[in-house]
């Protein structure tokens, strides 16, 4: 499972994902009802009715003569229902819901963008651990041929046995150091198999070489435009307030008078079936060529006595457009900081992993020269191991920059909310 595999069955497999998905089509459904409220609706009718009885009635009721009677009408029709608000009520109403379903919507992408990212994070840090593995094989291998070299000193009498010693302090300690990183990978795997919801012995594709994305290549002051445009945070405040504003003008169109108006055009055919001299089923056909039917009924209700409720709901709605409004500010607030901070954080991340990458280079040669002048008896064990030490600490410092810059890259996409939880990710492997 490769990276984008792993995001895409996070997505599927995530409850908080599910949820806001189920919000998403909850919204879009009261949505659409809300559209079939504000515009007619078209209804086609197909109803057969059947009848049939035998009495002991009629003229022949004396002689005990049943008559019997056969009924069955067909009708067919297309008809339509709408309830018209004179001050525009419903359209208002569709208009609040369909910034909901968009809110609702907006909110699923961020999930989704908040799920890429902590698995992005995850697989990253196996890599990492994974990295450090390497880094710590490669360490311990140096220190064994520090101490076959300790051991050629010795025996040649240039070197006291501490130094053999020494250097057997040195291979023990990155043996062991080498057994907990390998045990921290096998940890982290089984630990992002967790965060996808995947079972603990899924199976990883891991790269050998961690990314080096680009940065973007607009000003600040673009990305920021960008990201206000598009972040699905901005977005949903954008939708709120005008769900608010909405809800705030319908206060007044709730007095409006409503016009229920209903029509509709068809077709009827009935069969009566009667013989009343046999008692046996006659046949008689009727129906007719056509029917239409159009009827209105206007309405206009006002509250004589609501106990308040009109005008607490009139104050309600102020309160909630002033809060929309608010949530708005700071989310575009939020949405600078965030770009700012984050493309600063990657500038930094990118100029330390510069930094990082020279200092690995100069300390693997630092730690290569140290060793060939110790078996050449121009420098101690203890200055050949400290060499090694920074060495080793430069090369995880460099496996961490790289972590830390892709780390970076991906909260500066994200940010931007131009970028879906797939495509954020898509040149990462």
């Known amino acids: ?93 569709l208009a609040s819901s369909r910034a909901a379903a968009a809110q609702a919507e907006e909110t699923l992408v961020n999930t989704e963008n908040q799920v890429a990212t902590n698995v992005t994070n995850a697989f990253y840090g196996v890599v990492q651990k994974e990295a450090i593995v390497n880094v710590d094989a490669a360490d311990l291998q140096y220190q064994n041929v520090l101490v076959d070299a300790a051991k050629a000193k010795e025996r040649a009498g240039i070197a006291a046995g501490v130094d053999v010693l020494r250097a057997q302090v040195g291979q023990a300690k990155s043996g062991s150091t080498l057994v907990g990183a390998r045990a921290d990978v ?74 229920q108006i209903g029509a509709a055009i068809g077709n009827q055919l009935s069969t009566i079936q009667l013989n009343p001299e046999t008692g046996q089923p006659g046949g008689h056909l009727s129906g007719t060529p056509g029917f239409w039917t159009l009827e209105a009924t206007s309405t206009l209700s006002l509250p004589l006595v609501d106990y308040g409720q009109r005008r607490t709901e009139r104050i309600n709605d102020d309160a909630q457009l002033v809060s929309a409004q608010r949530a708005l500010d700071q989310a575009r607030t939020q949405v600078q900081i965030d770009v700012r901070q984050n493309y600063r954080a990657a500038q930094t991340a990118l100029s330390q992993l510069g930094y990082a990458r020279d ?71």
């Open 1 to 93: 499972m490769t990276l984008t595999d792993a995001v895409s069955y996070a997505l599927n497999h995530n409850p908080t994902v599910a949820l806001e998905f189920a919000s998403a089509r909850a919204a879009e459904h009261a949505l659409a009802q809300q559209r079939a409220i504000a515009y007619p609706t078209v209804n086609g009718t197909l109803q057969n009715s059947l009848g049939k009885s035998a009495n002991y009635g009629g003229a022949y009721a004396a002689i005990g003569i049943p008559q019997q009677q056969v009924f069955s009408q067909n009708t067919a029709q297309i008809g339509t229902n709408y309830t018209l608000d004179v001050g525009g009520l419903s359209f208002l109403q």
């Open 186 to 259: 096998d940890n982290a795997r089984e630990d992002l198999a967790q965060t996808i919801g995947a079972p603990l012995d899924q199976a990883f594709v891991f790269p050998n070489a961690i990314a080096e994305p680009k940065l973007p290549a607009q000003s600040v002051d673009t990305l920021e435009d960008i990201a206000l445009n598009s972040r699905p945070d901005v977005l949903a405040a954008r939708n709120g307030v005008a769900a608010a504003e909405y809800t705030r003008k319908g206060w007044g169109r709730e007095l409006f008078p409503t016009v």
């Open 359 to 429: 200092e690995s280079r100069l300390g693997t040669e630092s730690a290569r020269i140290a060793q060939l002048q110790y078996e050449h008896g121009l420098i101690a064990l203890t200055d050949v191991i400290q060499a090694q030490q920074q060495s080793v600490t430069a090369q995880s410092d460099l496996v961490s920059a790289r972590v830390s810059y892709i780390d970076a890259v991906i909260k500066l996409r994200v940010s931007l909310g131009t970028y879906t939880a797939q495509s954020a990710v898509a040149d990462l492997q």
